[in-house]
């Protein structure tokens, strides 16, 4: 324990070192003899890939042990290399011998040997680089990597890839930290900066707009301009390339196209509805077979609730692409009723009647003025029929219908005009005539 720990630290103060001459720019030595001149600071390309002095080497996509570069091989290069020779002798079907270490002595190198191949070589700068022998630092290496290549049970191997994915996990946030600090807080300043914007856009709408669906429909795209603002510069921040989001989008917007496409109707079908306004929130319409009052207009859907108190969503596609009827875009709206009398009634008579018996309705529009017209004279009667406006609520539109259906009826009948039924006349054609015998009653009906 103590040695790894010694090890450690003399990586930590090797790198800091390297670190700081990179940073600085250490004097070529070779480049001040030849030319008399200090060499530029190394580019920081060069800094950033030196600056990963160890790498793991990798068995089952579990980390085991860790090198460092060795001559024009990086610590990276070198891991991977050595991962994926080990890799290629884990999938072959024979079984895997333990790992041997061969010495070099003249050398001072030692090679680690699996199933007679060659996996790695551990040299002197090794030995340097974590404090201790080639020979010790060889059998420390084929131990652990011994006991990564025994085959596990399920148990121990689903335990051991949950670490592992840990571990890199851990790795990755902590390599990613700033750039996650920084979008979360693009992200809370634009959660803040829509709010706002949406608060202000609302307030601008309600005092020039005045239709609460206009008013609604700013709100909403000015929130949805500002998140989308804020997202791209939060993925921005988090290193995302936009030249291939966009080229990858290029590649898949046909597929998407079709897919959304019924959704993106509706959207499209919602904001020209918001726009144009042919009814708003509280309006009664009829589209398509639904009949009731708007409750809300949305991006998507359109809430109607009808009259007997369901709630009905019609996407906006299709309340786009059908007939709307706005009962209440005027604020009266014409009543009518038929009314049929005697053929002997006097016609001005039963008019001024029937005025004067609607005059004293409450609901009944002045202007315009009631009208009583001849609509028909039919076969028994002649229909007078009766023009009246009132509120084009349909609670008050019924109910003032209503009154006057009824005023009008008993105003008749104490005025003594008639309202007779219709009257069918019956022929019958082809029948014996009156007093004729009838078979079967053994009698003759005879004529008075």
């Known amino acids: 324990m103590g040695r790894q720990w010694s090890m450690r630290l003399s990586r930590c103060m090797v790198g800091l070192l390297l670190g700081i001459l990179l940073a600085v720019g250490l004097p070529d030595r070779g480049a001040a003899q030849n030319n008399g001149a200090i060499a530029e600071p190394a580019p920081a390309s060069t800094a950033t890939t030196q600056a990963v002095f160890f790498a793991d080497v990798l068995v089952r996509g579990q980390p085991v042990l860790q090198v460092g570069s060795v001559g024009e091989l990086s610590a990276t290069e070198r891991a991977q290399q050595i991962s994926r020779r080990i890799a290629g002798l884990v999938q072959q079907p024979q079984p895997l011998d333990a790992v041997q270490v061969r010495y070099d002595n003249p050398r001072n190198l030692a090679t680690l040997q699996l199933n007679n191949r060659v996996i790695m070589t551990v040299t002197p700068q090794d030995a340097l680089d974590f404090d201790t022998t080639v020979e010790v630092l060889a059998q420390e290496w084929s131990q652990k990597l011994n006991a990564a290549l025994e085959q596990p049970n399920l148990v121990v191997e689903v335990v051991g890839r949950l670490e592992g994915t840990l571990v890199q996990l851990r790795r990755s946030i902590l390599n990613n930290l700033s750039s996650m600090i920084g979008a979360l807080l693009v992200l809370l300043f634009t959660w803040l900066a829509a709010m706002g914007v949406s608060r202000g856009s609302y307030l601008w709408a309600e005092k020039t707009e005045g239709d609460r669906a206009t008013e609604i429909l700013i709100s909403r795209l000015s929130y949805g301009g500002v998140w989308l603002l804020g997202s791209v510069i939060a993925l921005g921040v988090l290193g995302l390339n936009f030249a291939a989001l966009l080229g990858t989008l290029g590649l898949t917007s046909v597929a998407i196209g079709f897919g959304l496409k019924d959704i993106v109707s509706n959207y499209l079908s919602g904001l020209i509805l918001l726009a144009t306004r042919p009814f708003r929130i509280g309006d009664e319409v009829v589209i398509n077979q639904y009949e009731g009052r708007v409750v ?10 009808t009259y007997d108190g369901r709630q009905v969503y019609i996407p906006n596609q299709e309340v786009f692409q059908s007939s709307i009827t706005n009962n209440t875009a005027s604020p009266v709206r014409r009543s009518s009723m038929l009314v049929g009398i005697d053929y002997e009634a006097d016609l001005k008579q039963a008019k001024g009647e029937i005025l004067d018996a609607i005059a004293s309705i409450d609901g009944i529009e002045a202007e315009p003025a009631p009208l009583v017209l001849v609509q028909e004279l039919a076969a028994s009667t002649v229909n007078l029929e009766i023009l ?3 509120n084009s609520r349909r609670k008050s539109f019924l109910q003032v219908t209503s009154e006057v259906r009824q005023a009008v009826k008993e105003r008749l009948e104490t005025a003594g005009i008639e309202m007779p039924t219709d009257i069918y006349t019956l022929n019958f054609r082809n029948q014996p005539p009156f007093g ?13």
């Open 296 to 305: 809300q207009v949305q991006l998507r859907v359109t809430t109607v609730q």
């Open 388 to 390: 009246f406006w009132v």
């Open 436 to 448: 004729s015998f009838h078979p079967g009653s053994g009698t003759d009906v005879q004529q008075p």
